[in-house]
């Protein structure tokens, strides 16, 4: 395949130019790192004075909060919100600790003690009431989040519910129109706050987002991408939302003037290689790489280009060195995701069987359990890049873990449940009393006119997993210890 296969594909980059006047630009900008009963957090207040200069320099009008508390942080959004509406723009930065309780994400303010996942509805401000301030401005409403630093409020926090999970990192969500949601850290992970001044998501934001013609996708992609290498690719910051097919810059093309009516422009060269590495990144087509390094050589992206056609020249070299190898690296990497699927669905404990690298039923069971329990929609007939990229994305175990009777959950490992003098483990895997016989004690008599009889054959329960036979066994059994029994024997 060579370059010539590109030309339909740039002509679908073409934008226009939209304008943005400077008395229709708000911004709210909040650090907290002066927790008063958590340890203080020394970047984000810096964070939000050099993201505040920023947004002043684009011409917004800033309201700036440090080490803000709650009632500071609802009173500014309240005034935030009216500035905002009828806006073009409408932009919130936060810096501080964030968490998600029970499927809604928060920002802590300093003030905030959050001994009870009660509390947190009266202590915290929640994500859903920033996104309807900024969803007032006509063109774009902006949130990014630098909040995704681990919590430390979670381990002291009592459970009201069993069900409410104080997860690590924050939420997915699903934002309004026009209104886009950028972390620092993809949900359900962790940012790092960073030994310099500023975080690393931060210092990648201050270093695009008064880039003339860089288009607001295109400037969270280039952040993106810095902050996975200042990382080595332990962060991997995420936008939520989508927006028109209208461009929206922050700082416009120095060549667009402002004005109401909209001129098309010609892509910048600057961002044109950056269009094309979106295109071709995720290929295995080495001649797409090579036209690439051909065309743009200058790119910040060439050495990870270079890289990449080192490791999948070395690949085609192992295929071809194989017998029977006939398919396309192409096809050897899409056929090679349900087997890698199911290799990340077993990490974080949603996957029990054989991993044979076929999507069977019980893959699509596995899958299911991994979406019930992420809060994720991915379609469990197929084996999809999306929904690897999303297990991959999970650090800790996701599904819970169940053990045999006699053993309980400790981590990610079954252990021995040990009880002691004078107990054992009962039917419902908790220690109880040893109940000891009298001497006097009497055998159950058979009924009359009856004789013992040989004992009826054990009943088999189909299924090629344990997780199979678990669902049959509750048809037919009662009892959580039988049940296990008859799951780990297949027979009743």
């Known amino acids: 395949m060579r370059w010539g296969r590109f030309t339909f594909m740039f002509s679908a980059f073409i934008v226009f130019a939209v304008p943005a006047l400077a008395a229709d630009r708000v911004a709210l900008v909040i650090g907290n790192g002066a927790y008063e009963r958590v340890p203080a957090l020394p970047n984000p207040p810096r964070d939000a004075t050099d993201i505040a200069n920023a947004l002043e320099r684009l011409d917004f009008k800033v309201t700036q ?12 959004l309240v005034e935030f919100g009216r500035a905002a509406e009828g806006s073009m723009m409408a932009v919130v930065f936060y810096a501080g600790h964030g968490m998600e309780a029970g499927g809604e994400n928060w920002l802590v303010p300093t003030d905030a003690e959050l001994r009870s996942d009660t509390d947190i509805e009266s202590e915290a401000v929640s ?3 920033v996104n309807l301030q900024v969803s007032k401005a006509r063109q774009l409403g902006l949130i990014i989040l630098d909040a995704c630093r681990n919590n430390p409020f979670a381990a002291n926090m009592k459970r009201s519910l069993s069900t409410r999970g104080v997860a690590r990192g924050l939420a997915p969500t699903e934002p309004t129109d026009n209104v886009l949601v950028a972390y620092a850290a993809r949900d359900g992970t962790t940012a790092n706050d960073g030994d310099g001044r500023n975080s690393p998501f931060t210092a990648a934001l201050l270093r695009n987002i008064e880039t003339p013609g860089l288009e607001i996708s295109f400037l969270f992609r280039n952040v993106r991408d810095e902050v996975m290498l200042a990382t080595k ?3 991997q910051p995420f936008v939520y939302g989508s927006l028109s097919k209208e461009a929206i810059y922050l700082r416009p093309p120095a060549s667009a003037p402002a004005q109401e009516t909209r001129a098309p422009i010609e892509v910048p060269a600057s ?15 080495a001649s797409l790489y090579e036209d690439f390094l051909k065309h743009y050589g200058y790119s910040p992206h060439a050495a990870e280009v270079r890289q990449r056609l080192v490791e999948l020249k070395s690949t085609q070299v192992a295929s071809v060195a194989s017998p029977g190898a006939r398919l396309t690296a192409d096809q050897n990497a ?4 349900p087997r890698l699927l199911l290799a990340e669905l077993r990490r974080v404990g949603c996957s029990r069987g054989i991993n044979d690298g076929n999507w069977n039923i019980a893959a699509q069971r596995s899958l299911s359990l991994f979406n019930e329990k992420a809060r994720t929609t991915f379609d469990v007939k197929f084996a ?3 929904a690897l990229n999303a297990v991959r994305g999970k650090k800790d175990r996701v599904c819970p873990l169940i053990c045999e009777r006699g053993y309980k959950a400790k981590g990610d490992d079954c252990v021995e449940i040990v009880c002691k003098a004078g107990f054992k483990v009962g039917n419902d895997n908790m220690c109880e009393p040893n109940k000891v016989r009298g001497s006097n004690a009497r055998r159950p008599e058979l009924p009359r006119n009856e004789t013992p009889t040989a004992s009826t054959p054990p009943r088999t329960v189909g299924g090629s997993t344990m997780e199979d036979r678990y669902r049959a066994c509750r048809k037919l059994v009662k009892g959580f210890a039988r049940r296990e029994a008859c799951a780990r024997t297949g027979s009743i």
């Open 271 to 285: 961002t044109e290689d950056e269009r094309v590495w979106e295109v071709i990144r995720t290929s295995s087509d």
């Open 127 to 129: 994500l859903r009431s």
């Open 384 to 386: 999809s890049l999306d």
């Open 233 to 235: 690719r332990e962060q």
């Open 65 to 76: 909060l440090n080490n803000a508390t709650a009632a500071d942080m609802r009173k500014a």
């Open 334 to 337: 899409a056929g090679d995701i």
